[in-house]
């Protein structure tokens, strides 16, 4: 099966079909990677992290983030991410997160109220998730410019499977730049503790816990530019839904309690992320299909959470399903996404409070966007008409 | 068929029909329970399956591995009745057991 990267970018869905159906271990030439497409495949591939692993030369994010949680299996992943997870549990993201993901709603809300239309992707969700991020951290809110500028760059470079030098170079600048400031950010918490920041916390651990600057900093890259553009999604493809689903969109905004199911659904059904990549240890064959060291291997998430054989009327955008909670869209096995609890809390908060504030709003039916991506998808824009049609 | 119940900390009891075969973090998510997140999908990794079992389900429920011991190690002081429920395979043999949920992580 010949599967074209422009057809992914564009309307992944019935390919994935064909290829749970038909091909379920696939080589997409375009990428130089293999897909793996059906929900079991998927599951047993995260779970080992002795055959398929994330850290290797081939690794865009090893090449520009180098060694860290998301590119070490084994003890030191766990000394890594061990150190980082108590702040983004359940628990400590509702007791001292929400608040300030609350404040920083209602500020670029009140930032796009002057406006009857308003494009909200660039004037609300792009902002979102670097405003939490900097406060999470107690990183200037002033640097939110800097951090995205960074950020795009990191993202080409992470896309770059095709090796483009200029594009890896970009990238790796702005990874030292980053470091760079971040040590310094690191030396003001040295200097003048915070407690309600967690880059101070992390910085002034005990000396039997501490991690050491230089992994204290690359974890935090990963962590820090992990939650954007998948909050940002996240965000985006709740609304798509709503855009689209006149039930769901009067639900979700008559009954609060409802939103935390219909964002599980969303991440289910449209997910952000659609992919997540390992490369193979060792030679090693798997669903009957002989990999080779080094093959790079793009487990397709997005794809096995509309498996048949994993979940009811997969096709079908339902937040009363009772297997709702089964679905993989923030990974699973030992890189499970860290930040899944706060991208809950930010996608929840943003949400209600756009339902109270504009309880109004449209769909500008006369503007129509595009939804796309292969690794992240989303729409491209999403306009509001805040006072209603 | 075994029944299996969880108890949340405030007193509130979760009971659940299931087969035995199934661990038993993979029993609670698939029955909502409040409390177990299992975020790594039974790796023994995440630790976010942390439950405790009274001293009558401890020997019954098997011992806790070194690997395990450690991930526990990063949320409390080990100690028997701390178990994480992804490494606890559910027999016949624990048929009524009951499981206090930790206010940990919800």
Redesign the interface.
Known sequence: MDIKLAELKKDPYPIYSELRDRHPIAWVEELNMFYVTRFEDV?AI??DSEHFITGTEKSTIFDIFGSHMMTTEGDLH?RY??RM?PPF???FVREHVEKSIGERVDYLLDSIQLQDAVEFRHGFAKRLPILVMLDLFGLPATDEKLLRGWYDNFELALDNYVWDPEVRASGKHSAGEFHNYLQRQIERFRNVPDSSALLSVLANLPEDQALTDSELRHNCLIVLFGGISTVEALILNALHVMNYDAEVNNRVRSDFDAIPKFLEEVVRFCGPVQTATRHLSMDYSFGGHCFRAGDTVNCVIASANRDVNAFSNPDMFDIDRSDL??H?G?A???H?CLG?HLARAEARIALERLFLRYPNFTFDKNKIYKVEGQEFRQPLAMHLNLGGE | MIKVTFIEPGGQRHEVQTATGYDLMTVAVNNMIPGILGECGGNCSCGTCLVSLDSTWQGKAGNASELERSIISGYRSCSEDLRLACQIALTEDLDGLEISLLDEFY
């Open positions: 599951v995260l779970n766990q991410k061990g997870r549990l359940p628990k909670r089964k993989i923030f699973t096995g030992p499970h899944s």
